[in-house]
């Protein structure tokens, strides 16, 4: 099994700035992809940022130029540095990975237990 620790959510102004953290643990041979996705009241989840263990990154347009993904992959981190946030910022963040456990193993999913994200006008 593997677990998914995130940190870093809050409220901050409008123009201001958080990071999130996400640490996986647990039974991990390699992780291929790790990442952020985001779900606001009344809308669908949505990708925020991905990075793989390459380090090729992929950003919602949304939020290219002011959100910037990095992970340690010694550590089974990732981290996700959001400046200029704005009111749509506004969510409940959920760090993604894309977890083989042996190497033989498929490829599997989790997710984390999520972290508010509240910006304020």
């Known amino acids: 099994q593997v677990q998914l620790v995130e940190s870093g959510g809050g409220l901050v102004q409008a123009g201001g700035s958080l990071r999130l953290s996400c640490a996986a643990s647990?039974?991990?041979?390699?992780?291929?992809?790790m990442g952020w996705h985001r779900q606001a009241p009344g809308k669908q989840r949505e990708l925020v940022a991905t990075?793989?263990?390459?380090?090729?990154?992929r950003y919602a347009d949304s939020v290219k130029g002011r959100f910037t993904i990095s992970r340690d992959n010694a550590k089974n981190t990732v981290l996700l540095q959001m400046n200029s946030l704005k009111p749509e910022d506004t969510a409940v963040y959920y760090c993604?990975?894309?977890?083989?456990?042996?190497?033989?193993?498929?490829?599997?999913?989790?997710w984390g237990q999520g972290t508010q994200v509240t910006v304020s006008s």
């Open positions: 647990g039974s991990i041979f390699i992780i291929n992809v």
């Open positions: 990075i793989t263990s390459g380090g090729k990154t």
């Open positions: 993604y990975t894309e977890v083989r456990q042996t190497i033989v193993a498929v490829t599997t999913a989790y």
